[in-house]
């Protein structure tokens, strides 16, 4: 396997089958985006939605969000995901090295993500690339 992984840059077909084929083995709840919602993550300047790619099929995705804070700017990973019959072949590491980088790129002073602790190859995986397990609660507000 040959995974190359770019920001998406243009939402076509190819895209839109890949999140529909890809969002239902992340989420059972949310259902894959449609061509509008891909097009606001893929034109808004303050997100990067990577893909990777394998004989130029999408075999996972990342997004990488920044935002800006009194404090500096900061990233956050979101939503990765990898194909069930690509998983444990470097893409999930692909993925998240490029999501790394360009965080460095745009000067944030860290990138966030949290991952269930049930996904034990994705968190191994995120602490063999450095990133360390932070002590804080984290807080949701349902909508």
Excluded: C
């Excluded at 993550?41 to 099929?57: E, G, K, Q, R, Y």
């Excluded at 979101?78 to 460095?104: I, P, Q, T, Y």
């Amino acid at each position: 396997m040959t995974v190359e992984v770019r920001p998406a840059h243009r939402v076509d077909d190819d895209l839109i089958d890949a999140f529909a084929r890809l969002i239902p083995q992340l989420s059972s709840s949310s259902p894959p985006p449609d061509r509008d919602a891909l097009t606001a993550i893929v034109d808004n300047p303050h997100s990067v939605l990577f893909v990777a790619t394998d004989d130029d099929v999408i075999v996972g995705s990342l997004t990488l969000a920044f935002y800006r804070i009194p404090t500096g700017v900061k990233a956050w990973i979101e939503d990765v995901v990898v194909d069930g019959g690509a998983r444990g072949k470097g893409v999930g590491e692909a993925l998240s090295r490029a999501a790394v980088a360009e965080a460095a790129h745009r000067g944030a002073k860290n990138v966030s993500l949290t991952s269930r602790s049930s996904r034990e190859a994705a968190n191994r995986l995120y602490q063999r690339l450095g990133f360390e397990p932070y002590e804080t609660n984290l807080y949701r507000y349902r909508l």
